[in-house]
């Protein structure tokens, strides 16, 4: 039970903003919301995680609802590079499952 | 630090054979994961490890699956005896606990089995 809920997939022109989301409607107070990629059949990338605020680093920004039962995954200006699978979970302590995830196509 | 090494990269062995899939986490982690990823379950957590403890092996498919972590440099993942649904990419990946838990995970490169 991965807990949250994403499309299966999403394009998105190559330099345009990306906009990825989620819901995790069951989510706790304790339970952070984080971010990972898969380009291909690599191991999952970390790109990002919060709890209540907004959070923002050098590959993307992380925009948490108020009532923080939803989130958007921002990669401000997408590359051919960013094509790949990601996934939110939500997580505590260190059980960390992952659900289908969104495959973003990023086009030129 | 050269990240999550996994070892071997490949492996084909034949059905009824012994496995064992290795993985060294990051110097200084102390959480150890093993995932297991195919085109129709997707990427499923088997079983985790704190300070060389197993914590959760519900995820463990059955008991042809054991894992062990002697060390806190090494684990291995055993299946005995393998069958061809067992084929997957294995990755195994670490992470270090603190206070507030909000610590990432850094995943190795993946093992891919093949069962014939």
């Known amino acids: 039970d991965a807990k949250t809920t994403q499309p299966p997939s999403m394009d998105c022109a190559e330099g345009r903003a990306a906009n990825l989301p989620c819901n995790h409607s069951?989510?706790?107070?304790?339970?952070?919301v984080y971010w990972y990629r898969q380009i291909h059949s690599q191991g999952p990338q970390y790109i990002i995680h919060g709890l209540k605020n907004n959070e923002t680093n050098e590959m993307a920004s992380l925009i948490i609802t108020e009532d923080r039962k939803s989130s958007t995954l921002i990669l401000p200006h997408a590359t051919l590079r960013d094509t790949a699978v990601y996934y939110c979970?939500?997580?505590?302590?260190?059980?960390?499952?992952f659900g289908a995830g969104t495959r973003l196509t990023v086009k030129p | 630090d050269a990240g999550v090494i996994q070892s071997p990269r490949h492996e084909v062995t034949e059905m009824g054979q012994e496995v064992t899939l290795r993985c060294k986490p990051i110097s200084g982690h102390d959480y150890l994961f093993w995932y297991r990823q195919t085109m129709m379950r997707g990427l499923e957590l088997l079983i985790y490890f704190n300070n060389n403890v197993p914590i959760d092996d519900s995820g463990m498919p059955e008991d042809r699956f054991s894992a062990k972590m002697p060390n806190a440099s090494f684990s291995t993942l055993k299946i005995q005896p393998s069958e061809p649904r067992d084929s997957a990419v294995y990755f195994c990946a670490s992470s270090l606990s603190d206070l507030i838990m909000n610590t990432e995970a850094f995943f190795g490169q993946g093992t891919r089995l093949t069962v014939v």
């Open positions: 069951t989510i706790s107070g304790n339970e952070y």
């Open positions: 979970i939500v997580r505590v302590a260190n059980d960390m499952r």
